[in-house]
């Protein structure tokens, strides 16, 4: 594919509801990463994968936070019991590998909690 | 905790004007040092990276950063901006030898160059 892709691209969903994220790196990047991006914040780094291993997990906020990838290609962000604080824009970058390595973005997923 | 501190939040030039964005990050080891931008309406890019040698990088556009090591500093420079230079611009800092490969991304400057 021509870019990282990301779907849907925007979501608002009510509060206690569970939502998932996809992400589409781009074909033979071997890393992936999933950030958060917060009304005038940063990139908050929430998680990567090496092929289908998520080795560091220590950014995700909470336990209502979880990814996964198949095949070393598409993951999914889930948040389960949405809260309003989880209202942001959800970024997916990949890269041809995890060392020193330019990350590809997607588009992002807003979300909006109401 | 590793960190990287962007100085300034928003900045507003004109055309032609000189431009420095600072950016220091808080880790003693090795590290890849980048700058992103985010054109209105489009995704992340990349616009120069430092991973070693001369720590004077040019990026695309004109664009350039130099890594100060004794001072933890990798600002973006450009001689003259133009308006459609107009963006928010992000510091990352990837800590190498700490066993992982998080990414640590400052908080962004906006940039407004007035036409």
């Known amino acids: 594919g021509a870019g990282v892709s990301q779907s849907p691209s925007n979501k608002v969903t009510e509060k206690g509801k569970d939502v998932e994220l996809r992400c589409d790196p781009i074909?033979?990047?071997?890393?992936l990463y999933w950030y958060r991006q917060s009304l005038g914040q940063g990139l908050e780094f929430l998680i990567y994968?090496?092929?289908?291993?998520?080795?560091?997990k220590s950014g995700l906020p909470s336990d209502r936070f979880s990814a996964e990838r198949t095949g070393g290609s598409v993951s999914t962000l889930t948040i389960q019991r949405t809260q309003q604080e989880d209202s942001a824009v959800y970024l997916c970058?990949?890269?041809?590998?995890?060392?020193?390595?330019?990350?590809?973005f997607g588009p992002g997923t807003r979300l909006t909690v109401l | 905790a590793q960190s990287v501190s962007q100085h300034n939040h928003h900045v507003i030039l004109s055309e032609a004007a000189s431009l420095e964005l600072g950016c220091n990050y808080s880790?003693?080891?090795?590290?890849?040092l980048f700058w992103y931008v985010q054109y209105p309406g489009q995704h992340l890019q990349l616009l120069l990276k430092?991973?070693?040698?001369?720590?004077l990088v040019k990026g695309i556009k004109g664009f350039e950063a130099e890594f100060i090591k004794s001072k933890f500093s990798f600002n973006l420079r450009k001689p003259s901006v133009q308006w459609s230079d107009t963006a928010e611009y992000f510091c990352?800092?990837?800590?190498?030898?700490?066993?992982?490969?998080?990414?640590?991304f400052g908080a962004g400057t906006r940039l407004f160059v007035k036409a």
């Open positions: 990352a800092v990837k800590p190498l030898n700490t066993g992982g490969f998080k990414t640590i």
């Open positions: 970058a990949s890269s041809y590998r995890l060392a020193g390595d330019t990350q590809y």
């Open positions: 994968f090496q092929g289908n291993s998520a080795p560091d």
């Open positions: 430092y991973f070693s040698g001369d720590p």
């Open positions: 880790y003693g080891g090795t590290v890849n």
């Open positions: 074909s033979g990047h071997t890393a």
